[in-house]
């Protein structure tokens, strides 16, 4: 079962105001549709969350006057609720550390990042999102070797920690465990990661603190390539666990889409 | 044996074949194009939303001629055509045809050799012989181009063989220039902390290639510097726009000045300016 963040039951003419580090969201559900009107952060609001921390969600009856865009959700039925879910983001994220991490051959370290959320709103039962936004500045970036073979991802500037976190009060980010196995016979020198964070799914721990899948990357020797693998547990103790979040793609999807690339290229 | 007594030996089965054999054929066709048309919608389904428009074309191409020819083949079959006088027959009317027809040859021929080549691909924007436009097919004779004023372009498969083929949707991303002369008392590191802080702040702008202020040149209208940031190749036109506007907007703003003429704006393929790898 998939737990929302955020659940309103909405009269036609009311809205929500969700107030983020990198903008507001006014969404208003109106006679036949609904509308989410994106302003620039601190349009309206006069406390803005820092980047990093969990949106502000109020209820409201004010249509904002001025707003860069709008998105216009029309379903054709009386849809009554609002549901907010959050989603790991929608393309890979490259993360760096600090300083480049030399690996030795036949080690197996585990390191911890901060990847930045998602946020999704539904309306009703639709398992397809109105509207998907960060809630803080996330960039672009190329990953590949050069510019012709690679991926487009976001580059996010939180760093990967050696240890691993502890619960931030308020956060709205999503920890990571990564386990690096070196299987080469050469140290390898890691100086960034682009993690597939499409294919991972969001859970939340004891209402705190978010977590998706320990994801292991193993440098093979034979053949000289990186393997990925996916865990199927958070590693972390908890009390209680729920699903907040679905990958984007299946794991499934993804060997079907390679197999079927390599044969027709 | 000429083509006269081909024909004739070909044609020789049909005084044979009985009704029977008639229904046989017309049944074998019916099937052939029932089964076509139930791979046809299963493929649709399933290919369109899978691959891309220009490989589902070909998919759903290939099995459709697949399936009708194997049906023909058995509908002839059961009027008592040998399928060895067929492929004889079919031999010498290509190259009759292929005599009577040397243009059209060639452009299938390109054809095969530019769908080899996964040169393009339909809804790649392409520029070939000085017209640039959406690829909307790619047939056996000829190309589709659909212009950027909406203008409906055949473009033969010889001439792209021929000539030299921009394709600007071939890489996810594409490095927009801008290209400019600052006044010789201008402080140039100064000015690339501000364009780089610029860009910085607009997720429409790659942090990954690096953006970065070439300094190539002192003339007498200045330094001629050139602005070089990646962007996503769907976004292209309107990121050069933006930037475009924002690096006005911060020249006006910390006085900069630009020497005449004040911006030359990137060729037409600026995609391969230097200097950058």
Known sequence: ???????????????????????????????????????????????????????????????????????????????????????????????????????????????????????ALHVGNSKEAMHTSFCEPVAKAWFGKNTRSGELCYAFEERIVLEQPEPVANSFRVHAELRIQNRDNVTIKLERINIPTPYLPVYRLDQREYWTVPITISKERVPDELRVHYGKLVNRKHELIEKVGEAHHSLESRTFMRALEAIIG | MNPIELLQQLMQPLTGADGWAWMRAAGYLVVGFLLRNLIMSGMRKYVDSHTHPHKAILFKRAASYTVLFLFVMAALSELGFRSGVLLAAAGVLSVAIGFASQTSTSNFISGLFLLGEKSFKVGDNISVNATRGEVVSVDWLAIKLRTFDNLYVRV????????????????????????????????????????????????????????????????????????????????????????????????????IKLSAPAIVAPGLDSGYNMPYP
């Not at chain 1, 009554?80 to 036949?106: A, G, H």
């Open chain 1, 1 to 119: 079962m998939l737990y929302p963040i955020y659940e309103i039951q909405l009269l036609p003419k009311q809205g929500v105001q969700i107030i983020s580090a990198l903008q507001e969201l006014h969404v208003f559900r109106l006679e036949h549709e609904w509308r989410v009107f994106i302003c620039a952060a601190g349009t309206t609001a006069d406390k803005v969350p820092a980047a990093g921390e969990a949106p502000l969600f109020f209820p409201t009856e004010q249509i904002p006057e001025h707003y860069t865009k709008s998105v216009v959700w029309l379903t054709g039925e009386q849809e009554s609720t609002l549901r907010c879910y959050v989603t790991m983001p929608d393309r890979p994220v490259i993360v760096k550390p600090t300083e480049p991490l030399f690996i030795p051959k036949d080690c197996k370290p585990h390191v911890y990042c901060n990847l930045p959320l998602q946020l």
């Open chain 2, 156 to 255: 033969p498969n010889d001439d792209l063989i021929k000539s030299h083929v921009i394709n600007f949707s071939k890489f996810p991303i594409r490095r927009v220039d801008v290209s400019m002369h600052l006044t010789h008392d201008t402080d140039v590191p100064e000015v690339e902390k501000l364009l780089l802080a610029l860009v910085r702040e607009h997720e429409r702008f790659l942090v990954e290639p690096e953006p970065k202020l070439f300094r190539n040149q002192i003339n007498h209208l200045g330094v001629s510097v050139q602005f070089s940031v990646w962007v996503e190749q769907s976004e292209f036109f309107d990121s050069r726009s933006l930037l475009i506007d924002m690096m006005l907007f911060t020249f006006k703003t910390h006085g």
